[in-house]
């Protein structure tokens, strides 16, 4: 359920960082990943959605650095 109700906030947010739908999409997927290993520091389950939209600001731009490395 969590999944399916803040995964597409995410991708808009990944999306207005990267400006690219698919590394925007990579950006989501590797957020989850972290926000699963994490939630258990999340000291306020009430702001979930915000700690959500922020791993996925991070991996987006995360995503980036290590493509412009690459190049």
Do not use: F, K
Not at 9 to 26: H, K
Not at 30 to 58: K, S, T, Y
Request: proline content about 4%; hydrophobic content about 50%; glycine content about 2%.
């Amino acid at each position: 359920m969590l999944v399916a109700e803040h995964t597409p906030a995410m991708a808009r947010v990944a999306y207005c960082v990267t400006n690219d739908l698919e590394r925007s999409r990579e950006a989501v997927q590797a957020a989850w990943i972290v926000a699963w290993r994490r939630v258990g520091a999340l000291r306020d389950p009430a702001r979930l959605r915000p700690w959500l939209m922020a791993v996925a600001a991070n991996e987006a731009r995360q995503l980036g650095r290590r493509e412009r490395r690459r190049t």
